[in-house]
């Protein structure tokens, strides 16, 4: 597999610890999205949204890429079910959906880096402004995600058993996969973190994984 993406993208971030749990390889393509290679014609020719991640499958043909980070790792989930990233049960897929949803949809479609460059040009706003905008709608979605994990671990006490040691249960998730890289890109910006403990104790034990690890930012080919 060939999976075009950009260092900094919290979404190639979440493809790429997928990948890295799941134990398959990949050849890494980059598309530095700040110099805006994503708009070119020969990316564009092969991604009409011109956006990363873009997987494309090995022995598949062209016009079965992959776009969009969670249909991605939804079909890697498929197709390689060891080890899962969802659960067997519909009631904790459907919970591990809404954790990861709350950074894909919640935080992270208010904060790439074509709303951000879109705040600077036309609108306007200076700096700190736009790190205003970043720090409240990344906060605001982590409260939600935090106040999620309060509820599932309230039922586990209830029912006796040990506190979770990822988002929902004891091994990492879709949940985790999306959580990792908004915390991560949080602390590039220099947000600092509060209020979230059980969010950022879940962070913290992923980031022990090589597969998080490896897939950390600092340690792509096009790092700079």
Not at 141 to 166: D, F, I, K, N, T
Request: a neutral charge.
């Amino acid at each position: 597999m060939k999976l075009y993406n950009y260092f900094r993208s919290g979404t190639s971030f979440r493809v790429r610890i997928a990948l890295n749990l799941k134990g398959l390889p990949y050849d890494y393509i980059p598309v530095h999205l700040a110099k805006g290679e994503q708009h070119g014609d020969a990316y564009r020719a092969i991604s009409p949204d011109s956006l990363v991640p873009l997987l494309a499958l090995e022995g598949e043909p062209d016009h079965a890429r992959l776009s969009q980070s969670m249909a991605i790792i939804e079909y890697l989930d498929e197709t390689h079910p060891e080890p899962p990233l969802l659960p067997r049960d519909p009631l904790g897929r459907a919970r591990v959906r809404a954790l990861a949803q709350t950074v894909a949809c919640e935080i992270h479609p208010l904060n790439n880096l074509r709303v951000l460059k879109y705040l600077a040009q036309p609108l306007g706003l200076d700096e700190a402004q736009r790190a205003a905008w970043y720090n409240h709608w990344v906060m605001e979605g982590l409260r939600m995600y935090e106040r999620r994990l309060q509820q599932y671990a309230v039922e586990r006490e209830r029912a006796g058993l040990p506190p979770s040691v990822y988002s929902y249960g004891d091994t990492p998730t879709l949940a985790d996969c999306c959580l990792v890289p908004q915390i991560v890109n949080g602390q590039r910006f220099g947000l600092q973190y509060e209020g979230i403990p059980l969010t950022l104790a879940v962070y913290e034990r992923c980031m022990q994984l090589d597969a998080f690890q490896r897939a950390h930012p600092s340690r792509c080919p096009d790092a700079e």
